[in-house]
């Protein structure tokens, strides 16, 4: 790729990691190949049995557990720590030269509740190559995230049906 | 599936067919089989040839041009029963009880540039049967559609390098 970008998929709508998963599809059509990490989702999310199949195209990871947050607790030092891990191999990754596009899916979630930092992502993103594309989901971008980024969506709840009571549907949401 | 819904992604904002694509994607490692109708996308977009990888889950067509939009001109006659007869054919998909999912995309622009109306949209609408999820993308999602969608998401640009003189990408956008 000549130039790549930093895209921004933030706000409280739905199709935020949707939209990137579409993107690397697209992008697996064309040729590029991605990286995928996907923090904070523990469940197997659905989309992983594709990328399985395009693994020549998708790599992933998965990595960080999100029960600390139905606890109301902090993050363990432990669960920090995994995903700095996670983070600095995707650096690597990001440095390979391997990856035209890569992901990192609900890092703003992961941000805002206290398992890395907005200095850590703003690291992550000076380090980015010129012709590598970086994609950043989640919901509560930071204020400097969106300075610095070439695009940014907000994707807002115009209408949903949670509102009548309807919790996440297996294949659709998960 | 149980409940299938209707859902809009509309506004000015990127991500609204590749959230598309991405939901497909995820129902297709569920097992759940999809009818993708692209509308005004003559272009072969990338995303494509993983749908044909994906043939078992994900079945899709193109119709349309939007050249005559370029050339400020209404739509031809043609043009207006192509797009009629691919609804059809789309609604013969909806009923067939083969698909868990039903993709309409660029359906709203579609009608903005007087391709078809929202009163066909409607039609098709009220065919929908219960256990099937239908998707409707697009910029100028009219009023109407807005009410009886089940979940509505807005993409809005908040910052976009098109400002900076930037056309659409290969492998990216297209």
Redesign the interface.
Known sequence: ???G?I?V?T?N???????????V????????KSYFLMLMKEFP??????FE??KNFISFAQVGKDDFVFRKELPSEDERLKIKNALDDFVNKMLSNEF??LVLDEIFVAIYFGLTTTEELLKIINLKPKNV?LILTGRYCPKEI?EI?????????????YQ?G?LA????E?
Chains 1, 2 share one sequence.
């Open positions: 790729m000549e130039k970008f895209q998929y706000g709508g739905k199709g935020k990691s949707t939209a990137a998963i579409g993107l599809i697209r992008a697996a059509g064309f040729g590029y999310y659905n989309e992983i049995k594709i199949l395009l035209q596009i594309e969106y980024a070439d695009l940014v969506t907000e994707m807002n709840e115009v209408k949903h049906y009548k309807i549907r297996r294949g659709i998960s």
